[in-house]
């Protein structure tokens, strides 16, 4: 069996790598039941260091739009050279905006 990708950074999540499951429209802004993806545990993690829930449910709400942001592009293209099994030794504070 292989793996599954991370659609957020297109790279392979091996069960060692920890796996999240991520509400594309948060549970409290209404996305209880709805679509979630698999996501490295480092991608899911950035993501809510970098959005608040409110903009996660107003205007990134789909992987693209993820994608296409300033700060998750930067960190996407920085992720994208560590190996599968990457994971963040110390996690980082929610950042300010």
């Known amino acids: 069996m292989t793996d599954p990708i991370c659609p957020l950074c297109n790279r392979p999540i091996p069960p060692e790598a920890g796996q999240s499951l991520h509400h594309l429209i948060p549970r409290l ?16 993690k950035e993501i809510h260091a970098s959005l608040t829930e409110a903009e996660l449910a107003r205007d990134y709400h ?3 739009a993820l994608q296409a942001h300033p700060r998750l592009a930067k ?3 920085w ?3 560590r190996p599968p ?3 963040s030794r110390v996690p980082g504070p929610r950042r300010r905006r």
């Open 85 to 87: 099994t990457f994971r």
């Open 79 to 81: 992720v994208r050279k």
């Open 75 to 77: 960190f996407i293209a």
């Open 29 to 44: 802004k209404g996305g209880k039941g709805g679509p979630v993806v698999l996501l490295h545990e480092i991608c899911h």
């Open 62 to 64: 789909t992987i693209e």
